[in-house]
């Protein structure tokens, strides 16, 4: 890709495959995220994420079954539609969470410490 530049500070995976950038985006993958990067200041309080290559590159990317993918691309592709501050929004997230959840195989006990309860 030519013309596209960015410092250290920022990451680019050039690829157009929604379902990650679903995955990527999910309560789970960010908690996971949160446990295992160095921060700048509390992340739950406007803090940043410090995602180094090594710790992004072991994302643990699960390939689900064709139907759940298909499901999370096409939730995906709303909010690339339609945006995120519509009302519907909020249960596309949720329903991408639900998904992720069950592709990872979560129990109830692990979903409510994602979702901090």
Sequence with gaps: MSGAYINDLAFMIPTTDLYLLGILNSKLIWFYLKNVCSTLGNPENRGRLMLYTSDVSK????????LKRIHVEKLVNNFLTYGSNIPEAAGWQQEIDRIVYEIYGLTDEEIALVEGH
């Design 59 to 66: 994302i643990p990317i699960v390939d689900p079954i064709s």
